[in-house]
């Protein structure tokens, strides 16, 4: 059997890094290697090292290139870093682009089964050749399996290279294949081939390694589609209309999975829940709307073109005041832009969407853990305000597994219904208007579908009319209506969850607000900051109307960078729109590639803003 090595050692010496460093899978999309680079992480993760995985792949089925990046970093930081220390290079067709990626003394794993000349490698990347065609010609003749068990053939080459457990793997491949035991014998054959051929042939391990630790505690695993989908069933939903699109469909999926698991009834076997593909989003807000106006707790999953089409039942449900919940897991626009990449690009759009003059409530939960708590809570939120409710995730939280705390209910948790008028008021003489504010938080009563024989009811329209519901083109019933809708959405501001704000350990001029995804790659970026001697105050924004805590961290601040993931700085426009801002304020820090943020480019693009000032401040003293 032939080996390829590096003919000349790299001029870069080698990197060196325990527990600490990112790998790079680029593969071919439907060859199989999802399934392999995922049972990778998860067995770093068996040995109590936190990891971070992110899938980047393309739209379509198969053929173009797929990339899988893993971020192991025994400290427990979740963002991604920027960099690639170990590449594993299956694809031919993004060589070039792959090499680019590796940190100088990084490392190169191919398929060295065809030796490629020197000119094709970096001098400063040290090369790592396993022939993985050639091992899977001599072992296996069928061409499907050659590819499926070269992905585990060289996760059994890496776990040599690295030190990761094969005992961790193999356990792992038992789960996966638990009554299948001739595909657990085949992969187990093929992760020990390539496990075996590193051993026998090459210098083992390498300077990046994995040891045993116990730093995962008591985090579970898990992606934000799933955690926002045990929300919802724990939050109380009962119907859930949706269609089909990129990144959002896993949560209507699990939804369903869950509601077959803990809402069938035990006697009868009946469905204690309503689960429609609608024929598009249009149809699929309108069954929303429907089922929140009848008194259910209603919700629809979709993403930013879906946002587009549902714009004018969004108006309908916010002028008629009907709860609806309204998950959209971002993705790259505009029109269908890039269906597999992250963006934080809906902001604007769901803060006012519909035509006229409306102004939406947002969740803006940072990880799987505040998808589950801010999809349940939305669900109170749209009944207590009677008004549509966004949580916006985005690709990276949907559909990426991360660590983050358990899911956790409280059993004795009641759900707020909000003002709803009962038949027992009403037959006592109480009054119903149902736009007519009587509390003083902008917040009517209703009343549900057949709640009294002759009293409570109501004509709901999308037209203007009086606070009681009787149809009214005069102007103050339209002003006294579209008043109150704005005092309701001031009410929102102490309902939705507040901001959370560290401080710098020395007092700061400057600060950053973010939200988001962008959570995990801020805290790091933070402690890169703060090795250089710079101070900065961060602010993570987790609701829309923004709480007044938030203008006050900007007036404190000579400027605060808004960091987001999107080309037009909508957070940075929404907020300069809400508190009537001068820009020049809140100075935008963008990164809008379809990729997740980075903590190097977050603490490149604010640490040369704030050396500048500082240079700046000092020259000023010197003068003086």
């Avoid at 957070?571 to 963008?590: K, T």
Wanted: proline share 6%; with cysteine.
């Amino acid at each position: 059997m032939a080996t390829v090595q590096e003919e000349t050692p790299a001029a870069t010496a080698p990197l060196s890094a325990v527990n600490d460093f990112v790998i790079k899978f680029a593969n071919v999309n439907g060859s199989g290697s999802a399934s392999a680079n995922e049972l990778f992480a998860k067995s770093i993760l068996r040995m109590g090292v936190p990891v971070s995985p992110r899938n980047i792949f393309p739209s379509n089925i198969q053929g173009l290139p797929t990339w899988y990046e893993v971020r192991v970093n025994e400290r427990g930081w979740l963002g991604r870093r920027g960099g690639v220390d170990l590449m594993v290079a299956m694809n031919p067709q993004t060589w070039d682009a792959d090499l680019a990626e590796i940190e100088p003394g990084g490392y190169l794993f191919y398929d060295s089964t065809k030796p490629l000349p020197r000119s094709r490698f970096r001098s400063d990347v040290h090369v790592i050749g396993v022939p993985l065609t050639q091992i899977c010609s001599e072992h296996y003749t069928v061409a499907r399996e050659r590819q499926l068990f070269k992905n585990i053939m060289y996760i059994g080459a890496l776990s040599a290279l690295l030190e990761v457990d094969p005992d961790a793997i193999e356990k792992l491949l038992a789960e996966q294949y638990r009554g299948k035991e001739k595909l657990l014998d085949a992969n187990k054959q093929a992760f020990h081939l390539g496990r075996r051929y590193v051993l026998d042939n090459l210098p083992h391990p390498i300077g990046l390694r994995v040891r045993h630790a116990d730093n995962v505690g008591e985090r579970i695993f898990v992606d934000g589609n799933t955690a926002a989908a045990l929300g919802c069933v724990y939050g109380g939903a009962t119907v859930c209309a949706w269609y089909p699109i990129t990144p959002s469909s896993s949560l209507a999926e699990a939804f369903q999975k869950y509601c077959m698991k803990y809402r069938v009834d035990p006697v009868s076997g009946a469905n204690r829940f309503a689960i429609v593909q609608a024929e598009d989003e249009i149809a699929s807000i309108g069954m929303v709307v429907g089922a929140g106006w009848n008194g259910a707790r209603a919700f629809t999953t979709t993403s930013g073109p879906g946002i587009s089409l549902m714009n004018e039942f969004i108006g309908l449900a916010y002028f008629a005041e009907i709860p609806v919940t309204i998950i959209d897991v971002q993705r790259g626009g505009p029109s269908t832009g890039m269906p597999t990449r992250t963006q934080q690009s809906d902001v604007l759009a769901c803060a006012y969407a519909s035509h006229g003059d409306t102004k939406h409530v947002l969740l803006l939960p940072e990880d799987p853990t505040e998808c589950f708590e801010f999809a349940a809570a939305a669900l109170d939120l749209a009944d207590r305000l009677q008004t549509p409710v966004f949580v916006l995730t985005d690709l990276d939280i949907g559909m990426n597994q991360r660590l983050c705390a358990p899911l956790a209910w409280d059993d004795a948790r009641v759900y707020d219904r909000g003002k709803v008028m009962t038949a027992e008021e009403l037959e006592a003489g109480k009054e119903f208007g149902r736009y007519k504010d009587v509390d003083g938080d902008g917040i009517p009563y209703r009343t549900y579908p057949g709640t009294h024989p002759t009293k409570g009811a109501y004509f709901t329209r999308g037209t203007s009319r009086d606070p009681y519901a009787r149809y009214s083109e005069r102007g103050p019933d339209y002003i006294y209506n579209m008043e109150r809708l704005l005092h309701k959405f001031d009410t929102a501001r102490s309902l939705v969850p507040a901001p959370l704000v560290r401080s710098a350990a020395k007092p700061a001029r400057f600060g950053a607000i973010y939200y988001g995804s962008t959570s995990p790659a801020m805290a790091e970026a933070i402690a890169l900051l703060e090795q250089e001697g710079l101070a900065l105050d961060i602010l993570r924004v987790r609701g829309f109307p923004f709480a007044e805590s938030v203008r006050a961290f900007i007036e404190a601040h000579d400027a605060v960078y808004v960091v987001e993931q999107n080309r037009d700085a909508q957070l940075r426009s929404l907020l300069v729109n809400e508190f009537d801002l001068d820009p020049a304020r809140v100075p935008a820090v963008l990164h809008y590639d379809g990729t997740p943020i980075t903590a190097r480019f977050i603490a490149r693009a604010i640490g040369e803003r704030l050396r500048t000032a500082n240079a700046a401040q000092t020259s000023r003293a010197g003068a003086c």
